[in-house]
């Protein structure tokens, strides 16, 4: 079974940047998708990016221009860059991998005070 091990959150400013990581436990083969969804206090939890194993990306609208996914197959390692941080993406960041099965990572805590 696929580990998915998150690094990265934290606290920062409304500006500021944070940087995700969520690296799998195993070397991963064939199509599969990457990601990242995040749950705030009393919420659903909502897909943020994704990117398939070509490279192909997609973002929620909320984070379009600010965030970026990308990823390193030879480490096997999703990454969130997260530029011009608001409040409201205050939240856990879950880490996913798909392929025929989901898997999911711990959830990192990410805070932006304003």
């Known amino acids: 079974q696929v580990q998915l091990v998150e690094s990265g959150g934290g606290s920062v400013q409304a500006g500021g940047s944070l940087r995700l990581s969520c690296a799998t436990s195993?070397?991963?083969?064939?199509?599969?998708?990457m990601g990242w969804y995040r749950q705030a206090p009393g919420k659903q939890r909502d897909l943020v990016a994704f990117?398939?194993?070509?490279?192909?990306?997609t973002y929620a609208d909320s984070v379009k221009g600010r965030f970026t996914i990308s990823r390193d197959n030879a480490l096997n390692t999703v990454y969130l860059q997260m530029n011009s941080l608001k409040p409201e993406d205050t939240a856990v960041y879950y880490c996913?991998?798909?392929?025929?099965?989901?898997?999911w990572g711990q959830g990192t805590q990410v805070t932006v005070s304003s």
């Open positions: 996913y991998f798909s392929d025929s099965s989901v898997y």
């Open positions: 195993e070397r991963i083969f064939g199509l599969n998708v």
């Open positions: 990117i398939t194993s070509r490279g192909s990306t």
